[in-house]
């Protein structure tokens, strides 16, 4: 077996590849086999809990992860020749296994074990910024019959490693508890190192976009809520950043109404792929750049930091309040509410919003820079997915404004 010959190299374009398994009689080729083997990566995503000085109940991402080899989850492993060729594929488990089956006509020259920064069911795919250019990495197998046992291969850190982690967790951690995001989150376009600084989203065209300094980051779980908002309904969800002559945002500026609810359900997901709704001290991590998640007390999910007021955080204008009070909509931790409903609750409400731009419908921000702000959210969750959401709504100071 060749053991010098793992690469990382860019190709030329997006080649187009279907899921579906290569079904065919082992009788029509003269070569076939199974590799089987683990990958694993260099884990270098910043915010993660610390557990020295941080409570870590319910986190998904600590410390002990951090700069460790840890298993590469949910990807898709294809089983490539020389030229190039696909002669099979699979995919990976939560520890990194995979056995990939794979055929040819003839027995190849080599045979790469690739991995294309591709989640298992094409639901996301890392590209570079010019949207078509992709990345891989490849270890080489024996070029024999039968099966093959390789071992484990570890991927180095490269910012669009860490950008498909935080990608997987989004979705396999959190927005993929969502039946109908189970059916609509699929194809979309990582954009890694854009040139640009921060981090966008596209939903139209289901593309998320990485600056270069935002690619070490928690910031594409954000990015991925975003899309997942826009894929349960598109709709005018709020007037931009420029409340008061604001010119940009932050998670504790304050904002009209509506946009501090679009920007906080993307948030949400920023949150949910790293803690548990059982978590005691979640907290939003994703402007990170290095070590572990910021200490800010406005960053915690589950206590304000001050009461309620319209001249600090804890009020609807603000992301993180609303963000605060998503989480406990959907949370399982016993903090003094007794609301039971679930991430897809909120999904399933925004897809059922009924259309038009009047009180409580899906484009009443097009009429109104207020809307579609928290109050219509609540009333809308509560009626219909029959829930009641006022106690926390009025608990995490959303009447305030």
């Not at 609750?345 to 919003?353: A, G, K, R």
Request: aromatic share 14%; hydrophobic share 30%.
């Amino acid at each position: 077996m060749n053991t010098n010959s793992s690469n990382i190299l860019k190709t030329i374009s997006a080649l187009g590849v279907g899921l579906a398994g290569m079904l065919f009689s082992t009788d029509a080729f003269a070569a076939s086999g199974n590799v089987r083997g683990y990958w694993t990566f260099t884990q270098q995503t910043a915010g993660y809990c610390d557990t020295g000085t941080m409570d870590c109940t319910g986190s998904r991402y600590t410390d002990a992860e951090f700069s460790s080899n840890e298993p590469l989850e949910n990807a898709r492993i294809e089983i490539r020749d020389a030229s190039f060729n696909l002669l099979g594929s699979c995919s990976t488990s939560t520890s990194g296994y995979y056995d990939c089956p794979w055929t040819a006509a003839s027995m190849p020259s080599e045979v790469r074990v690739y991995f294309r920064f591709e989640d298992k069911q094409q639901r996301f795919i890392v590209y570079q910024d010019d949207g078509s250019s992709r990345w891989y990495y490849y270890v080489n197998a024996s070029t024999v019959n039968g099966i093959q046992n390789i071992g484990t291969y570890n991927i180095p850190a490269y910012g669009f490693m860490s950008l498909y982690d935080v990608m997987q967790r989004s979705y396999y951690s959190f927005v993929g508890t969502s039946g109908l995001m189970q059916s609509r989150f699929t194809g979309i376009k990582v954009l890694y190192d854009h040139p640009d600084d921060g981090g966008w989203a596209d939903g139209p065209n289901k593309t998320i976009q990485m600056g270069w300094n935002r690619t070490n980051t928690i910031n594409a779980a954000h990015e991925a809520g975003h899309i997942a908002d826009y894929l349960a309904k598109p709709r005018d969800s709020h007037n931009g950043w420029s409340y008061n002559g604001n010119t940009g945002h932050s998670p504790t500026s304050l904002e009209y109404r509506g946009f501090a609810l679009s920007e906080a359900l993307a948030d949400l997901v920023a949150v949910g792929a790293y803690w548990s709704g059982a978590a005691t001290e979640p907290r939003l991590c994703m402007y990170n750049t290095t070590g572990p998640c910021t200490s800010n007390a406005d960053s915690h999910m589950e206590v304000a930091n001050g009461s309620c007021s319209t001249s600090n955080a804890n009020n609807s204008r603000t992301r993180v309040a609303t963000t605060r009070y998503l989480w406990d909509v959907i949370d399982s931790n016993d903090d003094g509410e007794t609301l039971d409903a679930f991430l897809y609750d909120i999904y399933e409400m925004i897809d059922d919003l009924p259309a038009g731009t009047g009180w409580g419908q899906a484009d009443s921000a097009s009429g109104n820079t207020e809307s579609f702000h928290q109050y219509e959210f609540e009333s809308q969750l509560d009626a219909l997915r029959s829930v009641d959401s006022l106690s926390v709504y009025y608990k995490n100071c959303m009447g305030y404004f």
